[in-house]
């Protein structure tokens, strides 16, 4: 059972930016595929940002494309999301989760690890 970590989350201005930072608790992490998820108030998680167990290939949501960026420290055994270009409507609890066999998957579902979650509030 891998065991994810997040933090880095905070209260920013609307054009700031953030890294959050996931850390795994085994260095078998180097296998997983890697991903973000948010979840604001009364609304259902959502894909943010995923990579490849290498790291080498990294896809995006519409709405976060060109300001996030995800990225994975193998040797740390620890995925980092960018965030850039802060907007208020990116307000919410952002969750890094992991999964074997997932690549490319974008609903919550398809992965088995979660962390807890770090709380991002943007205000304007």
């Known amino acids: 059972q891998v065991r994810l970590v997040e933090s880095g989350g905070g209260s920013v201005q609307a054009g700031d930016s953030l890294t959050l930072s996931c850390v795994a608790s085994?260095?078998?992490?180097?296998?997983?595929?890697a991903a973000w998820f948010r979840q604001a108030p009364g609304k259902e998680r959502e894909f943010v940002a995923g990579c490849s167990w290498s790291g080498d290939t990294a896809y995006y949501a519409d709405s976060v494309q060109g300001r996030f960026t995800i990225s994975k420290d193998i040797p740390e055994n620890t995925v980092y999301l960018q965030m850039d270009s802060l907007k208020p409507e990116d307000t919410a609890v952002y969750f890094c989760?992991?999964?074997?066999?997932?690549?490319?998957?974008?609903?919550?579902?398809?992965?088995?690890?979660w962390g807890q979650g770090t709380q991002v509030t943007v205000s304007s």
């Open positions: 085994e260095r078998s992490f180097t296998k997983y595929v």
């Open positions: 989760a992991a999964d074997l066999w997932s690549h490319g998957a974008q609903v919550p579902g398809s992965y088995a690890h």
